[in-house]
């Protein structure tokens, strides 16, 4: 089985991962997620994580998320563009087939 490296982010980075992973299973809009960084003044670094995450899965399902959660991808881009290339290396550096499908 495939998994992605949410390690890196050590305990607390990897619960945050998986509170947005939470979020994203429940199908929650690009929009949400922007207000809730909003308020809770965090950057959407997890949020890029969790999609990519549960993107692995397959193909369709990282076009799928790609797609629904673009604007929270182009926010954090926005403001650390190269920081993209860290996080997909990070979370897929073991699976180039991975990190090749978030293109």
Do not use: Q
């Not at 998986?18 to 994203?24: A, E, F, H, P």
Request: net charge positive; hydrophobic share 40%.
């Amino acid at each position: 089985r495939v998994e992605p490296n949410k390690r890196a982010e050590g305990d607390e980075g990897e619960k945050k991962i998986d509170m947005m992973s939470s979020l994203i299973f429940k199908k929650r809009s690009a929009e949400d997620f922007l207000l809730y960084l909003e308020g809770a003044n965090e950057t959407p670094k997890h949020v890029v994580m969790a999609i990519l995450c549960i993107g692995g899965k397959s193909f369709t399902h990282m076009r799928t998320l790609l797609k629904r959660y673009r604007a929270v991808i182009d926010r954090y881009a926005k403001d650390k563009p190269l920081d993209i290339l860290d996080i997909l290396f990070t979370t897929w550096s073991k699976f180039p087939d991975k990190f090749m499908m978030a293109f």
